[in-house]
């Protein structure tokens, strides 16, 4: 089997995929299959409505699918907003069609959650390669003025045309692009707590994301050009991969996501936007976490581990107390005043506990750092393929200040209790040297 049809066998949800050019033919056949003789109804915007959304429509009607009236978002600013959760639910409360998202992002978390408050499954025609959410367990939605991530069931069955997907705009394809590089630092991040014990490496949904990562995203070029099928395929297929490596390995989004994603919850949570007064898209935030991340990897990999005084840091190790006082004082006055404590509980250990680790990671570091040198990017490299396709290299290139960023990283520490090359920094004492790598004189992203 290959790896799609391994990760389809192991998924939890989405039980089919038709993914290549051409394939949206088959969409009618697929259906039936899935969904035998329930009623369709199709979820769309304007642009995804006249993209493809017609298409799929007519196709389902020549092959008898009986449909009802399709919904279409017109709005022309739409984001994937609570009010139209609300919406969507009052249509589909008053159906029992199978709704069939046709989009991305916005449209396919809004139908998900929807489908899933209405107690049934949906498939989705994927419209763009800019995100890999596609077959997550979980929708990303604005509420009371926070992104936040609900969970929620999978599609059941997913459409990627390649030929369809080729058409979307070139940030669209660059966002997603950038969120599948995410998966190498992500990948460094498992490799890290599973060297120290804290969280084993699960060889099946490590594997469905990572065996085929460096190939779909080595050959940016053929990306930035967006007329390549093989290399859009590709990618969409890696997208795709880390939702199913997510079923496989319910326990949380670790195979998809570290640090890297850190940064973007944060910026999600404290309602950033850019100057123009939107924010960055999930895949652009990504691109700056994941570049920090990198640094802090390669910054690791520079140290002399065997030189690191585990009880310098033991000692300066402060108690429970002490670091949920500190959490809450890190995020009063936010809407989320005590995450941070509640994360940083979680993951917690004792001075005896971090002796213990600090040890580990120096005894087991020649062959934990032979492992990372494996599955990580030199950051250069990765400022270059992300350049080469369009997706943000710089804080300012998303409008984020230098120095919010640099304040952000003990913040994005606090608000996930996963283990992550942040909390490696915290706890060898090296975090504040890293960031003086990154933002100090001489560092890629010197700040003044």
């Known amino acids: 089997m290959n790896r799609v049809e391994i990760a389809l066998k192991n998924a939890s949800q989405t039980k089919a995929l038709l993914l290549g050019a051409g394939v949206v033919a088959g969409v009618a056949t697929l259906y039936k299959e899935q969904f035998a003789d329930h009623k369709a109804k199709i979820i769309a915007d304007k642009t995804t409505w006249d993209i493809a959304g017609k298409r799929v429509s007519q196709l389902l009607s020549d092959a008898g699918v009986e449909q009802e009236e399709p919904y279409i978002f017109d709005e022309p600013e739409f984001h994937a907003e609570w009010k139209y959760i609300e919406r969507l639910d009052a249509v589909l409360k008053e159906s029992k069609a199978i709704p069939i998202a046709v989009g991305s992002g916005t449209i396919n978390d809004l139908t998900k959650l929807c489908s899933f ?11 763009a390669a800019s995100m890999d959410g596609y077959v997550a367990f979980g929708a990303s939605i604005t509420k009371d003025g926070n992104k936040q991530t609900f969970p929620c069931t999978a599609p059941q069955a997913v459409v990627a045309d390649t030929d369809i997907i080729s058409t979307a705009p070139s940030h669209m394809t660059a966002s997603g692009y950038a969120d599948l590089f995410a998966k190498v630092p992500a990948g460094a991040d498992w490799i890290l707590a599973d060297a120290l014990d804290i969280e084993p490496i699960d060889p099946l949904s490590f594997g469905i994301v990572q065996d085929g990562l460096a190939d779909a995203l080595g050959n940016p070029e053929a990306i930035a050009r967006n007329n390549d099928p093989k290399a859009l395929e590709k990618l969409i297929e890696g997208l795709l991969l880390g939702g199913f490596a997510m079923q496989a390995y319910p326990k949380s989004s670790r195979p998809a996501s570290g640090a890297d994603h850190q940064f973007s919850h944060l910026l999600n949570m404290e309602n950033f936007v850019m100057h123009n007064g939107e924010a960055p898209s999930h895949g652009f935030q990504v691109s700056i976490g994941t570049l920090v991340s990198l640094s802090f990897h390669q910054s690791l990999l520079n140290t002399d581990v065997a030189a690191i005084d585990v009880e310098r840091c033991v000692q300066a190790w402060p108690s429970l107390e002490e670091q ?49 040198q494996k599955q990580l990017v030199p950051v250069e490299e990765a400022v270059r393929r992300l350049h080469t396709v369009g997706a943000p290299v710089k804080p300012e290139d998303i409008d984020l200040p230098r120095k919010r960023l640099r304040d952000s990283i003990i913040r994005a520490q606090h608000i996930r209790r996963r283990y992550t090359i942040l909390d490696v920094g915290v706890r060898t004492c090296l975090l504040e040297q890293w960031k003086e790598d990154l933002f100090g004189k001489g560092g890629m992203w010197e700040t003044n």
Request: net charge positive.
């Open 117 to 127: 408050h209405n107690e049934r499954r949906y498939m989705v025609v994927a419209t």
């Open 324 to 372: 949920e006082a500190y959490a809450l004082k890190l995020y009063e006055g936010t809407d989320f005043p005590t995450l941070g404590a509640r994360e940083i509980k979680a993951k917690y250990v004792d001075r005896d506990g971090l002796r213990a680790e600090l040890n580990k990671l120096k005894e087991r570091w020649p062959e934990t750092r032979a492992r990372l």
